[in-house]
């Protein structure tokens, strides 16, 4: 049983479009957020919710936008496709907001490729 | 911005060789600071998280220790394995804000 699932695993798709990666968690946590693993390998926070609440919201282009329809997922939609979006992207997610002795726990991640 | 830095970047270690890697942060609004294993291919694991000045953990052949005061973490392998090979990340909890992480340090073991 995986704990934090992500899908799809590999993604590639064509400059302008829209595409989702969707993300579930089966632990009964609070708290979900979004990575970005970066060109060098630097994972950085995209996002943070809350019991289906946005809490943080880095600089991220708004043609990223979460949604989270119950606290188990956090849905990371992309509009308008740009090629430096290509990357990793990690789900994880944790007991609380990470405050204290609340480990991580990461999704396999979704290799986004755009074209 | 929080800056949290790892050295060394990588490093290669024979088999039954001991090591140790650091984590540099920020003291002010210390929360917590979080180890984690990454192999390739796959995600991010938990290995220690700590919150208290002059905490250590262990687990196994692998232990971290943590002064918050100076704002500096290490990691220490004792005897490493070739199935140790992974990039160590740190990631310091502080404040709100969720996990910052560090670079990481890329371990080879060679057997």
């Not at chain 1, 926070?45 to 997922?73: C, G, Q, W």
């Not at chain 1, 956090?74 to 509009?79: A, S, V």
């Not at chain 2, 392998?77 to 670079?103: M, R």
């Amino acid at each position: 049983d995986t704990a934090v699932s992500q899908t799809p695993k590999y993604l590639v798709t064509q400059m302008g479009n829209d595409k989702s990666i969707k993300c579930e968690q089966n632990l009964g946590h609070d708290t979900m957020y979004w990575y970005k693993q970066d060109s060098k390998k630097f994972l950085k926070i995209m996002f943070s919710y809350n019991n289906k609440e946005l809490i943080i919201n880095e600089t991220v282009p708004n043609r990223f936008s979460p949604k989270s329809p119950d606290k188990a997922h956090l849905n990371l939609h992309i509009n308008s496709l740009e090629l430096g979006d290509s990357a990793v992207y990690f789900c994880a997610s944790s007991q609380s907001l990470l405050v204290g002795g609340a480990e991580a726990f990461f999704g396999q991640g979704t290799r986004l490729t755009v074209v | 911005i929080l800056n949290v830095e790892q050295s060394p970047q990588s490093l290669h270690v024979q088999e039954g060789d001991s090591t140790n890697f650091t984590c540099s942060f920020p003291s002010s609004n210390f929360y917590a600071l979080h180890w984690y294993r990454w192999e390739t291919a796959k995600s991010p694991e938990a290995l220690f998280v700590m919150t208290l000045n002059g905490d250590e953990k262990k687990k196994g052949r692998i232990s971290a220790t943590l002064n918050t005061k100076e704002g500096y973490s290490y990691l220490y392998i004792k005897g490493s394995q070739p199935e140790d090979s992974a990039t160590y990340l740190c990631a310091l909890a502080s404040g709100n804000t969720p996990l910052v992480f560090g670079k990481g340090t890329r371990l080879s073991v060679i057997a």
